[in-house]
């Protein structure tokens, strides 16, 4: 691993024509501000200047580079170029004009959950990466993901095969016999990425303005490179590049024109941290682990489910005193106290002034009248008052039996 102090356009030179297998391009996406990030303990504070007297100098800066980061590659080597909207469109039109509209393989959408913000407009939530490659004869490792749950099993088992009128239609043999295709291995991986953008917690984070997740870097690298192949970062920044190609046995060379983000590089290829995803890892699905048997109780009502909380199962989009309300909905063998305290404890962060807890069943106590805090309003579930309604109608017509004897 090596790592460069400078301006790329005078380091590359110094390489060896056609050397590199793959690179990776994250560079300034002119958005007209500085951009500064400080690390957790407040000692270190990362930034790098994104202004720019004009698009055209903008494009000046990204062409001079782009050429001789062209003539680094190899005969069978990659570019991934990272961009936004703010530049995307003059850096598709100089990867056209450098690489050839014929070398064009993929424009890559990296999707991610964010925070929400005010501005007048649609929440970001994707950013782009073009995929180029230096010839026709490039290297390309297919990766299989998962069949979509929606998926007609037909589709994924039985062969496929042309009519006379030239229709796809599912294949059969001479005698009507349904012909299988032989054993799945799951579908090519497409060209949107669901990835999560690196918690503000996670132990990856290094502090350094517009960090991204090792594993990013990782599908790339795996995608068009091999073991011991030279990968290639002229914009290494906090070196998340090097670590990903350091993790998967490859070579890399990474180059920035700040001193403080070189350190850091070299800092994170000797201790190098990568967060496991628990999103990537167990899919939304394990993710979204709220009680749908509870949140079932609050159907007509409009509220955001909790996940991950013991404590809260929802927060009704109705606020009182300006905080939104917590709902718990009691569980099965636990008190209304009990019920109550818990959700109490949880909501405390939140400074929640009023507080729902749906009631499921009487569960005795040692108390005959529990304490509710008078922030917690208990509402009765309909199967509840149902069976508080059938003992009441059961005491009565008990009665009733009684009186005519």
């Known amino acids: 691993m090596k790592v460069h102090f400078g301006d790329c356009l005078n380091v590359l030179p110094s390489l060896r024509i056609g050397s590199i297998d793959l690179t990776y391009v994250d560079p300034p996406f002119c958005t007209q501000r500085q951009h500064r990030l400080s690390t957790r303990d407040r000692t270190i504070e990362y930034s790098f200047d994104d202004r720019w007297k004009?698009?055209?100098?903008?494009?000046?800066f990204l062409s001079e580079r782009l050429r001789v980061i062209h003539l680094a590659l190899a005969p069978t080597g990659s570019l991934f170029f990272h961009c936004d909207k703010t530049a995307s469109h003059i850096a598709k039109f100089l990867l056209d004009e450098i690489f050839g509209t014929a070398n064009f393989r993929a424009e890559i959408i990296w999707h991610y959950k964010r925070w929400s913000n005010s501005a007048r407009n649609l929440l970001p939530a994707h950013q782009t990466i073009f995929f180029y490659s230096k010839t026709d004869n490039y290297k390309f490792n297919t990766v299989l993901t998962d069949y979509s749950p929606t998926t007609n099993v037909d589709q994924i088992l039985q062969r496929r095969t042309r009519d006379q009128s030239n229709k796809s239609v599912y294949d059969r043999d001479d005698n009507g016999n349904v012909v299988y295709n032989g054993t799945k291995k799951g579908v090519p991986l497409s060209d949107?990425?669901?990835?999560?953008f690196l918690n503000?917690?996670?132990?990856?984070r290094t502090g350094y303005p517009t960090q991204k997740p090792v594993f990013l870097l990782q599908r790339i690298i795996e995608l068009v490179t091999d073991p011991g192949d030279l990968v290639l970062d002229p914009f290494c920044g906090s070196g998340t590049t090097l670590v990903a190609a350091q993790s998967l046995m490859r070579e890399a060379i990474g180059i920035d024109t700040s001193k403080e983000a070189v350190a850091l590089t070299k800092k994170r290829l000797k201790q190098p941290v990568i967060t496991e995803s628990f999103l990537l890892k167990k899919g939304l699905k394990a993710y979204r682990n709220a009680d749908e048997t509870a949140?079932?109780?609050l159907n007509g009502v409009p509220y955001v489910p909790v996940h991950r909380n013991n404590g809260v199962d929802a927060f009704l989009k109705s606020t009182y005193k300006g905080v939104p309300i917590p709902v718990r909905v009691q569980k099965h063998g636990e008190s209304l106290s009990e019920?109550?305290?818990?959700?109490?404890?949880?909501?405390?962060?939140?400074n929640a002034h009023?507080?729902?807890?749906?009631?499921?069943d009487d569960i005795p106590t040692l108390f005959p009248d529990p304490t509710i805090p008078d922030?917690?309003?208990v509402v009765n579930a309909p199967g509840l008052s149902i069976k508080r309604l059938l003992a009441q109608m059961e005491l009565e017509d008990q009665s009733g039996c009684h009186a005519e004897t």
């Open 54 to 60: 004009s698009l055209s100098e903008y494009g000046d």
């Open 192 to 196: 949107v990425w669901d990835i999560p």
């Open 200 to 204: 503000p917690k996670a132990k990856e």
């Open 295 to 297: 949140l079932s109780l």
């Open 339 to 350: 019920a109550a305290a818990a959700l109490r404890k949880a909501a405390s962060s939140k």
């Open 354 to 360: 009023r507080m729902i807890l749906i009631a499921i």
């Open 375 to 377: 922030s917690v309003v």
